[in-house]
């Protein structure tokens, strides 16, 4: 190569340092990918149903706001988040370790991160967000003790106890900060560190987002994300219209079509079965005043019975399209604590052996089954006005009569549901990449404790397993936990019919990238790729 030639290299690359920002030009002009942002991109995006809904005190982590699972907060950072396969990375951690006894677990954080303010984020901000996430009880941080910022890059958090889950919930929180934070105001005017900033909020309508120009990671594709808050159907007839990009829709319309867009389905750890309670009535109230107990699902053979009679494949093709997989451990496949399952499905013979076996019998010869003078009846409870609840909870119904027991499906607002939570089986739905999720379904200490073991459920086996899945680091854990759902299999305190999937329409013109979709939780997590995004060009 001639001098010259070289001298001219030299030159072009000097003005491409020189440049900063415009330095990403290079790496477009050698062939390589820098993820910036498309200049003038804009999506609309229907699916609000993954948070929730329309977040009504506002994008505060603090309050809420993605916070279920470790949701994408994308407005704020957390000090870790999950990869695709669910296992945790760091976010604003640049390193953390967790001590030989469980009970302390030391983060050193990046140093170049600001928030939209232009101050920098610091472990004093991790200190105030995590104790006032504690006092406002927005995730479970019972276990935590103390958390402190050592200096600026360090925090430190003390336990309680031996708690093999805490690292999860280093990437349930988003980070505000804590000089200018104010509970009143923060929701609706959010500053944050994420990859993107609000910068308008029409109530009831739609949030728009813009880049945030401060951002240290990979910058999305996308400068600009109106997300309209929009019910399925609602969805669905914007996405017709062609006025929204993505949208969120209910199982029964992923045969539909839509010109211009095609289907996207990914599968979820998001569970739907029911529980039963174990104990009888005595009497006793929870907490919250909710009665304990039901007479008639205490008895093992109405349990069993159900347990191995229904059909978990006909109760997901009619309440969801057959968009889902089958389960009875309810712990999704993705997971690292998945268990190689063994599913009984439909065996009507064999439910009815168990209740003649269990004295059951139909007395009065109107198919409902008697025993000690009771009926074998009761009520099924279900969200109002969630048509895939309903139709679950009445292809149950309909399944459990051919064995002789009657339930009554009842659908109930979130205060009814609560005041019969302890005495009324209900269609749940759950699914959380924390493994944490099973000792609060299933440990007798969670018992009618807010959602937690609504049915009572009290193994001594299975919280002895518990207690060991806490106290093993976290990978020597997950075994222990897939043993939980085994060891409570025979007295049948939940019936898991399946994982449920997640259906989308995305326009011909955007890139989804199904490939780095995160796990789906309950709730979805649409935003958890929302950075690759990207125009079809």
Not at 143 to 148: D, H, I
Not at 248 to 276: C, K
Request: aromatic share 10%; proline share 5%; with cysteine.
């Amino acid at each position: 190569m001639n001098k010259k030639i070289m001298f001219m290299l030299a030159v072009i690359i000097a003005i491409f340092l020189v440049m900063g920002s415009a330095s990403a030009g290079i790496f477009d002009f050698l062939g390589g990918d820098s993820n910036t942002v498309e200049p003038g991109s804009e999506l609309t995006i229907a699916a609000s149903p993954t948070h929730g809904g329309e977040p009504e005190a506002g994008f505060d982590p603090l309050t809420g706001w993605a916070t279920e699972n470790g949701a994408e907060p994308l407005i704020q950072s957390r000090i870790l988040k999950k990869d695709t396969e669910g296992k945790l990375i760091n976010d604003l951690a640049s390193d953390y370790k967790v001590s030989d006894d469980l009970k302390t677990v030391d983060v050193t954080l990046r140093d170049d991160v600001k928030f939209t303010d232009n101050t920098t984020l610091t472990a004093k901000d991790i200190e105030f967000t995590y104790n006032k996430a504690k006092e406002n009880a927005v995730i479970d941080l019972s276990s935590m003790k103390e958390v402190k910022a050592t200096d600026d890059t360090h925090v430190q958090f003390t336990l309680e106890k031996p708690d093999s889950t805490f690292v999860h919930k280093l990437a349930q929180i988003g980070i505000v900060p804590a000089d200018s934070y104010n509970n009143e105001t923060y929701g609706t005017n959010p500053i944050g560190s994420g990859p993107y900033k609000l910068v308008q909020w029409d109530k009831g309508q739609q949030a728009i987002f813009e880049v945030n120009e401060n951002y240290y990671g990979d910058m999305p594709h996308y400068e600009k994300i109106t997300d309209l808050f929009m019910d399925s159907d609602a969805a669905f007839r914007a996405g017709k219209a062609g006025e929204a990009d993505v949208i969120e829709i209910d199982p029964q319309y992923a045969n539909e079509t839509i010109e211009g867009m095609h289907t996207v389905i990914y599968p979820s750890v998001d569970m739907r079965g029911f529980y039963l309670p174990v104990t009888p009535e005595t009497g006793e109230t929870s907490e919250m005043g909710s009665p304990i107990g039901n007479n008639v699902t205490s008895d093992i053979a109405i349990r069993q019975a159900l347990s191995v009679g229904i059909n978990r494949q006909e109760i997901l093709d009619n309440a969801f399209n057959g968009l889902g997989n089958l389960s009875v451990s309810g712990i999704g496949a993705e997971l690292p604590w998945a268990q190689d399952e063994t599913i009984e499905n439909g065996d009507l013979d064999k439910a009815k052996e168990i209740l003649a076996d269990g004295g059951w019998k139909d007395i009065d010869n109107d198919g409902i089954l008697e025993k000690d003078g009771k009926t074998a009846s009761f009520i099924m409870s279900y969200r109002a006005g969630n048509l895939p609840s309903e139709a679950m909870a009445l292809q149950i119904s309909e399944q459990a009569k051919e064995m002789g027991i009657n339930i009554t499906p009842s659908g109930k607002s979130t205060d009814q549901m609560m005041a019969s939570i302890n005495t009324d089986p209900m269609i749940w739905a759950y699914g959380s990449t924390d493994p944490y999720s099973i000792y609060c379904m299933y440990d007798s200490e969670m018992a009618h404790v807010a959602f937690n073991n609504p049915g009572s459920y009290n193994n001594s086996a299975v919280d002895d397993m518990i207690n060991k899945a806490m106290s093993e680091d976290l990978e020597s854990s997950y075994d222990s936990w897939s043993q939980v759902p085994k060891l409570a299999e025979d007295d049948v305190p939940w019936i898991w019919v399946g994982s449920i999937d997640y259906v989308f329409f995305v326009s011909d013109d955007v890139d989804f990238s199904e490939d780095t979709h995160t796990i789906y939780p309950h709730g979805g997590d649409v935003w958890g790729n929302v950075c690759d995004w990207k125009p079809v060009k």
